[in-house]
């Protein structure tokens, strides 16, 4: 569908009963409004929504709180979860003012970002390809007050419900530790879980390629999804958001894309091929290294410039930096090289030019698409512009070197606290052709600044394991 005309018959058609009006907030969380069928007309895309903008985190205050929806016709599509038949549409939010996009709203940046690109002359559409990874467990519970804290997670198919009893039935057959990586049923005990996400996903128009069982033993998954152009692809993340945690929902578990939920297993990242495209050309093919052009090596060199500033955006929470921890199998060397996992940027092998790409490691799944695929893209061409070469190609297991090779190679950053610093000291590529505004920037600190206070302020169990009895 591409135009609101199309919406409507289709809304004739299925006798649709409500359309569900869908907008992301700062934190990458979606919300919506819905309205009855019969009141939406072609003048609802032009007229949009009304809500109150100062409810959302990081946005309007209370005395300019008006703000509205304007809906996306091309991102329509039927809710599978829903009883009633129920049509979403994707919504930019704009200032009431003068219909332009609000600043702070994330799908409106991606916007401006793919506008960027294309006055910069440099390229004219950017693709990407993010792999996020998550956990489905049985149950989970926690709590956290003035009597202590605690978590407990339930998971039929962890190594730890081994010696349970499990309604008397306990079959035995689950991966080990960081043994769950693709083995078949009854060890992956999830495959009719993901074929159902991903029947849903396609049926939302959001291209699946495959899907399969992560390392960790406790229910890692991971779907891959087909690459698109900035905006799509971010609208279709946040697709597959809400079709697994309601797939998991559906089936009486719990889904979750928190990196680092299990001590002592793989965390879950999210991956992001990216390339950019003019003329229908691929600019990152080339005769340079790994077949990438030397436009691929500057917009490499960029991304490592600018990644720990990349960091507060694209693992965007405190147990984001759970998983990016040294000698443990994580991306966090600022690196690249081809076919070689233990960098952060890898150049995935591929033979045909048309797929010459790169791929950020470090990313996760708690990352908001929109700002995150715009943050790098805008990072990798300040690496174009200013002939940023990330040097020689790291061909060595980064997770395994001596001492004083390790020592020169640089890292992502080691905590949100950390990373926060390096974009507030480090933003004006991403501010240039107003993609980023200081005043998002300044927002969206203070909104990390405050999840890091309030972890700072909580005893940790951990901590009574070290220092109760000193």
Known sequence: ????????????????????????????????????????????????????????????????????????????????????????????????????????????????????????????????????????????????????????????????????????????????????????????????????????LEQQGVPVEIHHHEVAAPGQLEIGTRFSTLVERADWNQIMKYTIHNVAHVYGKTATFMPKPVVGDNGSGMHVHQSIWKDGQNLFAGNEYAGLSEFALFYIGGIIKHARALNAITNPTTNSYKRLVPHFEAPVKLAYSARNRSASIRIPYVSNPKARRVEARFPDPMANPYLAFSALMMAGLDGVQNKIHPGDAADKNLYDLPPEEDAKIPTVCVSLEQAIECLDKDREFLTRGGVFSNEMLDAFIELKQAEITRLRMVPHPVEFDMYYSL
């Open 1 to 200: 569908m591409s135009s609101p005309e199309d919406v409507l018959k289709i809304i004739a058609e299925r006798e649709i009963t409500f359309v569900d009006f869908r907008f992301t907030d700062t934190l990458g969380r979606e919300h919506h409004l819905t309205t009855p069928a019969h009141a939406v007309d072609e003048d609802r895309f032009e007229s949009g929504v009304a809500f109150d903008g100062s409810s959302l985190p990081g946005w309007k205050g209370i005395e300019a709180s008006d703000m509205l929806l304007i809906p996306d016709p091309k991102t329509a599509r039927m809710d599978p979860f829903r009883e009633e038949p129920t049509l979403i549409l994707t919504c930019d939010v704009v200032e009431p003012s003068d219909l332009k996009g609000y600043d702070r709203d994330p799908r409106s940046l991606a916007k401006r970002a793919e506008a960027y690109l294309r006055s910069s002359g440099l390229g004219d559409t950017a693709y990407f390809g993010p792999e996020p990874e998550f956990f489905v467990f049985d149950g989970i519970t926690w709590n956290d007050d003035m009597s202590g804290s605690f978590v407990k997670i339930r998971s039929d198919e962890a190594p730890w419900s081994r010696g349970l009893e499990l309604n008397g039935n306990n079959l035995g057959h689950r991966p080990g530790i960081k043994g769950g990586y693709v083995p078949v049923s009854p060890t992956d005990s999830f495959a009719d879980l993901r074929s159902e996400m991903c029947l849903l």
